[in-house]
């Protein structure tokens, strides 16, 4: 993973219940990848959600932001130990999307994000519903930037910042807990950052 415009800063005593073991504070937003940042053009976005193999609801742009928004904020927390307070985020809820494909819970106990560069993470779908997560379309009042998974990404904000996949085309809904990219690559099939899970054998 590359990272830039980080820098390690002593955390403040009044945010310091707000920080993770092993996390430091940044006021920047770094820059993480797998790979080279796609460019995906809205008129050929799309988002697909699947049960297994089986699409059940294709969306353009347009139909995906017609979809009910909401705005959070939150803190997010990287696997490469940076922490950030008080994120701006807005989107559409995975509730909300359950909802508009009909579901009124999650059909499946896991998900596989998938993103338009390949990348994949998994996710329990207990994880995702109940406010805990969005399809994220703008951050800090502005379109996400490619950099930072725009057009559109996951946001998991309770989790370490990798099962926030960028660039999100689909979710798919699977009986089984099925490792992602990184997760085939030794980190943790969870990556709760207050337990410190990082790799694979963290308890």
């Given at each position: 993973m590359a990272t830039r415009g980080f820098g390690g800063r002593r955390?403040?005593?009044?945010?310091?219940?707000?920080?993770?073991?092993?996390?430091?504070?940044?006021?920047?937003?770094?820059?993480?990848?797998?790979?080279?940042?796609?460019?995906?053009?809205?008129?050929?976005?799309?988002f697909t959600l699947k049960v297994g193999p089986r699409p059940l609801v294709k969306w353009d742009w347009d139909a995906f932001n017609a979809l009910p928004r909401t705005r959070i904020t939150r803190d997010i927390h990287c696997v490469t130990t940076?922490?950030?307070?008080?994120?701006?985020?807005?989107?559409?809820?995975?509730?909300?999307?359950?909802?508009a494909a009909g579901f009124a819970a999650p059909p499946t106990p896991f998900v596989l994000a998938h993103g338009f560069d390949g990348y994949s993470t998994n996710v329990p779908s207990a994880d995702l519903v109940g406010g805990k997560a969005m399809v994220a379309l703008s951050y800090?009042?502005?379109?996400?930037?490619?950099?930072h998974g725009g057009p559109a990404r996951l946001l998991v904000p309770h989790l370490y910042f990798w099962k926030s996949a960028k660039w999100l085309s689909g979710l798919q809904f699977t009986e089984t807990?099925?490792?992602?990219?990184?997760?085939?690559?030794?980190?943790?099939?969870?990556?709760?950052?207050?337990?410190?899970?990082?790799?694979?054998d963290d308890l």
């Open positions: 955390t403040p005593a009044d945010v310091a219940s707000r920080i993770p073991p092993g996390q430091a504070l940044t006021t920047g937003f770094p820059v993480l990848s797998a790979g080279p940042t796609p460019r995906v053009k809205l008129a050929e976005w799309s940076w922490s950030k307070l008080d994120t701006d985020w807005e989107g559409v809820t995975i509730d909300d999307l359950l909802a800090d009042g502005a379109p996400l930037a490619p950099d807990d099925t490792a992602g990219f990184w997760e085939l690559r030794g980190y943790h099939m969870y990556g709760d950052p207050w337990r410190e899970q990082r790799y694979h």
